[in-house]
């Protein structure tokens, strides 16, 4: 099974090290390259497939450094418009972003770029290759206290409705203390992303009490306490767990079939891994063979199954949860 998710992973791997977020040739817009997923992707292979992760970080601050001139215009002047923030969705080949609006403000992204390569290069995996990786990734610290991210209302984890969202605050705070070792990060950032956060919490926002991004700020962000972290996951266990996946949150519009939320396949691994660093042996299993139940025959995880259904989207397999699932396999 970890051969053959590594392999369907790579898969979905173009040239430039980039990852398309679903199969390469899917009508969805799942072939296009987002920050977030390329991340995620990268946490499956770190064990076995340092040289790809190296790649994958270099292509991403390749894309930073290709819209330099964006992120100095949006330092200079704060963005008011969503098509002045750093977008979420890129060509694979290229680099170049899609213009069209895709709730393109994603804080969250620049947050989980921020920490996933502070975290590699804690581990002296060289992802750093000169001073203009380093500058960029200034640049982006700087972004985010433009910005004001800690109130700022984003687009969140699932690209829709802007609010404050606690997984965007989250992944932002943790980014920026993990970074804090290599680049400059005045301290008022930190500061307000806690106290945001601490008054967010356990709502993700105004809209939604209890949702599946949520889990993110336990893993792989570590940046709530163990408490809280017991409290998110009895929310979404109690409310959002599925028998073939996990709801974003209730009432989620997104692939629905009669008034049945999608369940996601991703939310079986994330809650397994969790388990697993909590040392809650019982639960991880039982999520890992949860996990099992979700894929198909050639043991490819689906983004989701259309509820109280065997039936699963287009959208497959999904390279993120792909990942977890390699991630939920390993010993970390």
Not at 23 to 52: F, H, M, P, Q
Request: glycine letters at 6%.
């Amino acid at each position: 099974m970890i051969n053959e998710s590594l392999k369907l992973l790579r898969g979905l791997r173009h040239d430039s090290g980039l990852f398309s977020a679903a199969r390469k040739n899917v009508r969805t817009g799942y072939d296009k390259a987002w920050i977030r997923d390329n991340i995620y992707c990268t946490l499956g292979l770190e064990k076995s497939d340092k040289d790809t992760v190296i790649k994958t970080f270099h292509s991403l601050l390749d894309i930073f450094l290709k819209h330099e001139y964006k992120i100095n215009h949006a330092i200079k002047h704060k963005p008011k418009d969503s098509y002045e923030y750093i977008h979420a969705r890129y060509n694979p080949v290229t680099l170049q972003e899609f213009h069209e609006e895709w709730g393109n403000k994603q804080n969250d992204s620049i947050g989980a770029f921020l920490f996933k390569i502070a975290e590699l290069i804690d581990k002296s995996i060289p992802v750093i290759r000169n001073m203009n990786d380093l500058r960029i990734i200034q640049k982006l610290v700087f972004y985010l206290e433009s910005i004001e991210y800690w109130h700022d209302k984003d687009n969140g984890m699932w690209e829709e409705n802007e609010e404050v969202h606690a997984s965007s605050v989250g992944a932002c705070l943790a980014g920026l203390k993990t970074i804090s070792k290599h680049v400059y990060v005045p301290t008022h950032l930190i500061k307000n992303g806690e106290k945001a956060l601490k008054r967010l919490l356990p709502r993700e926002s105004e809209s939604k009490e209890i949702d599946l991004a949520l889990l993110s700020l336990i893993y792989p962000y570590n940046i709530v306490s163990k408490k809280q972290a017991l409290k998110i996951l009895e929310n979404i266990e109690n409310k959002l767990v599925r028998e073939k996946g996990v709801i974003r949150y209730s009432g989620d519009g997104y692939y629905h079939l009669n008034g049945l939320e999608a369940e996601w396949c991703f939310g079986f691994p994330w809650l397994a891994i969790i388990y697993r660093n909590l040392g809650i042996t019982n639960k991880y299993y039982y999520y890992l063979q949860k996990s099992f139940e979700c894929l198909t025959e050639d043991y490819e995880m689906p983004e989701l199954y259309f509820g109280n259904t065997n039936i699963y989207n287009e959208n497959t397999p999904l390279g993120w949860g792909q990942s977890l699932l390699l991630v939920a396999l390993k010993e970390n």
